[in-house]
């Protein structure tokens, strides 16, 4: 059974950085696309990154593009998010997908994070 599991997760002060993991299993990690999302309190849920099972970065929201970086360890089963310059607006809830595309949805989700960034 397919399994994602977040963590790194908490509270930050605005221009801090936090990294956030999420652990796979389950099914076959470095076969899948993953991919981290976001939903802030009374929000959609919103692509923030995404990454083939290669490693190469497929999307990165324009809102985080020049402080979030999405990379991943397949030996390890791995997926990261490590967020720096953090603004109030990057608290959300953070979940990790993983097995499918942005466009067409993922398989498997994480149970989520929560993100917390006070000014």
């Known amino acids: 059974q397919a399994r994602l599991v977040e963590s790194g997760g908490g509270s930050a002060q605005a221009g801090g950085t936090l990294k956030l993991s999420c652990a796979g299993s389950?099914?076959?990690?470095?076969?899948?696309?993953m991919a981290w999302f976001r939903q802030g309190p009374g929000k959609e849920r919103d692509l923030v990154a995404q990454i083939r099972h290669s490693g190469s970065v497929v999307y990165l929201a324009p809102s985080v593009k020049d402080r979030f970086t999405i990379s991943r360890d397949n030996a390890n089963s791995a997926l990261y998010l490590h967020m720096s310059n953090l603004r109030t607006e990057d608290s959300a809830v953070y979940f990790c997908?993983?097995?499918?595309?942005?466009?067409?949805?993922?398989?498997?989700w994480g149970q989520g994070t929560q993100v917390t960034v006070s000014s």
């Open positions: 997908a993983a097995c499918g595309y942005a466009n067409t949805g993922f398989d498997y």
């Open positions: 389950g099914y076959q990690f470095s076969s899948c696309n």
